[in-house]
């Protein structure tokens, strides 16, 4: 069974940086687009970052760019979001998700196949 393990959510200060990690359970991710969602309460899953397996091109939302970073190491299907200049607007359960699709790194969380269990990350002011 396909899993994705999110770790290294927890509470920070505003300004403060916390790195994610994603762990793909199957080599196949390699290949795959993977990306980070995250949902605040009362709030829709919203699309934060993705990086595509093959090329490596990458998509940020507009609330990410310039203070989070995606990346990925291939030969430990592991994916990394790098958050910094963090602020309580980004208050969440942050969520790991890959998807089959190969040529585009798609911004809706229907496209998304595999999703990881979420990881909560809390910034205070």
């Known amino acids: 069974q396909v899993q994705l393990v999110e770790s290294g959510g927890g509470l920070v200060q505003a300004g403060d940086s916390l790195g994610l990690s994603c762990a793909a359970s199957?080599?196949?991710?390699?290949?795959?687009?993977m990306a980070w969602f995250r949902q605040a309460p009362g709030k829709e899953r919203e699309f934060v970052a993705g990086?595509?397996?093959?090329?490596?091109?990458?998509n940020y939302a507009d609330s990410a760019k310039g203070r989070f970073t995606i990346s990925r190491d291939r030969d430990k299907n592991t994916v990394y979001l790098q958050m910094d200049s963090l602020s309580p607007e980004d208050t969440a359960v942050y969520y790991c998700?890959?998807?089959?699709?190969?040529?585009?790194?798609?911004?809706?969380?229907?496209?998304?196949?595999?999703w990881g269990q979420g990881t909560q990350v809390t910034v205070s002011s």
């Open positions: 990086v595509r397996g093959t090329s490596g091109n990458t």
């Open positions: 199957e080599r196949t991710f390699s290949t795959y687009v």
């Open positions: 998700a890959s998807t089959t699709v190969l040529w585009r790194i798609p911004t809706s969380p229907s496209e998304y196949n595999y």
